[in-house]
Structures are given as C-alpha cells and as structure tokens.
C-alpha cells in the first residue's frame, strides 16, 4: 500500500513525532509507515486522515497485489 504521509506532514510542518503524538501511536510507527514495511489498520488510517484533513483514499492507496 503507498501513502503520502511524508508528503502531508511537510505540508503542515509536522515532525513524525508531532504526528505520532496526535494519533496515539509511536514515531516509530509513524517510520514504518512512510517506509511501506506497516499497513495501518482502518481506524488508524482514519486518525491519519482526520488529522490531515484529508480523506482517506487521499492519503493511502492500495498497489498492484495488494
């Protein structure tokens, strides 16, 4: 699955950490994440994406296989 997060959270100045913090969850998830070794579950993703204000198609997108 690819995201944008990186992409979302240069756009609103947020460290990985100061997003992390917003949605409950590690930096190192937040890493993860970004990197594609961590797929987020439903309600994660919607913490991402409320977070953002964004939708959620926006930000995560299923690849060929997934």
């Known amino acids: ?3 944008t997060i990186k992409i979302q959270r240069a756009l609103k100045s947020f460290t990985q950490e100061d997003l992390a913090k917003k949605i ?3 930096r190192q998830t937040i890493n993860a994440m970004e990197a594609g070794k961590y797929v987020p579950s439903a309600v994660l993703a919607l913490k991402i994406a409320k977070c953002f204000g964004k ?4 930000i995560f997108e299923l690849e060929e296989g997934d």
């Open 1 to 3: 699955m690819k995201n």
């Open 24 to 26: 409950g969850v590690s």
């Open 55 to 58: 939708k959620v198609e926006e």
